[in-house]
């Protein structure tokens, strides 16, 4: 009898014991896994920001030489309508290019009045002075200059430029690139990008159609953002913390910084490791395992 309850209780024993040994490989393969996920989302951060700093390089040398395009500066110099008329033409040339494929152009008056917005010509001689901090420091500095800023027409990638003709500035022209194409790039690798604007921080009175999606954001990319993610997305506090895992899906943020260097909200990036499509995560996890 004895013999029968000692080895009852050594196989316990192992049992017990594999089962521990098994708990704490198990901890230790998710915590590695974790570790995986947030360098993979590091890298993908940090290629966020290079995409957008391609935008705004992209935008600024449009924008130069956009001021020295003599259909531009005939905006001063005719009839408003040969304005309207002549940049409608351009923005619809510069259309069949993938990356301005959104792209809006707005001029400016010397005195930072607006003259033309293109989509919305109707809307014009408003001062922009109070809180357009582009067009302040192009018109200081007398040089072009590019960054992310919100206005009357939204939240974009933005560069100013002076129009001149010979030495003669006649006003500014700006080009405003939507994050769009950014977020392309990333959906072709299996990432999400949402791009979530304070709505504290708003200057737009136009509604739309994505102001309720989120209670404390504004998904400005709405249009090619994966919306079947925001009941998740809704819970999180990105001011806590700028990495979440629900289930299989995993978060990564990155504050949004305006070009006066105000956090105006969060690039968010998202992946889920169970969808095939999704490889990306999957082939990093899989090297990272090897190794």
């Not at 915590?31 to 935008?59: A, C, G, P, T």
């Not at 192009?138 to 003709?165: L, M, Q, W, Y």
Request: hydrophobic share 40%; charged share 25%; proline share 2%.
């Amino acid at each position: 009898m004895k013999r029968r309850i000692f080895v009852v209780c050594v196989a316990s024993f192992f049992v017990f014991l594999l089962a521990l040994i098994a708990f704490f490989y198990k901890s230790y393969t998710n915590e590695r896994e974790l570790n995986s996920v947030k360098i993979f989302f590091d890298y993908q951060i940090k290629q966020l920001h290079k995409n957008i700093d391609d935008q705004k390089l992209s935008s600024m040398a449009l924008a130069v030489l956009l001021g020295q395009n003599d259909r531009v500066q005939e905006c001063f110099n005719k009839e408003r309508e040969v304005c309207i008329k002549n940049i409608n033409e351009i923005v619809e040339n510069l259309s069949q290019v993938l990356m301005y494929k959104n792209i809006k152009i707005h001029i400016h008056t010397n005195d930072l009045r607006s003259y033309l917005r293109h989509w919305s010509p109707q809307n014009y001689g408003d001062s922009l002075s109070s809180f357009r901090y582009l067009l302040l420091e192009a018109d200081k500095h007398k040089k072009p200059v590019t960054g992310i800023e919100s206005g009357v027409g939204g939240t974009f990638i933005r560069a100013v430029s002076n129009v001149t003709k010979g030495s003669l500035k006649l006003g500014t022209i700006e080009v405003m690139l939507d994050f769009d194409h950014v977020s392309r790039f990333f959906k072709d690798q299996g990432i999400d990008l949402f791009v979530l604007l304070d709505k504290d921080l708003i200057y737009s009175q136009q509604k739309r159609e994505a102001d309720n999606l989120l209670p404390n954001y504004y998904v400005v990319n709405f249009a090619s953002a994966n919306l079947n993610l925001l009941p998740i997305l809704k819970d999180f506090d990105l001011k806590s913390s700028d990495f979440f895992n629900y289930k299989t899906h995993f978060f990564a943020s990155s504050p949004l910084i305006d070009a006066n260097q105000k956090r105006i909200g969060y690039f968010v990036l998202h992946v889920n490791k169970n969808i095939k499509e999704q490889n990306v995560l999957q082939e990093y996890l899989l090297l990272n395992s090897l190794f």
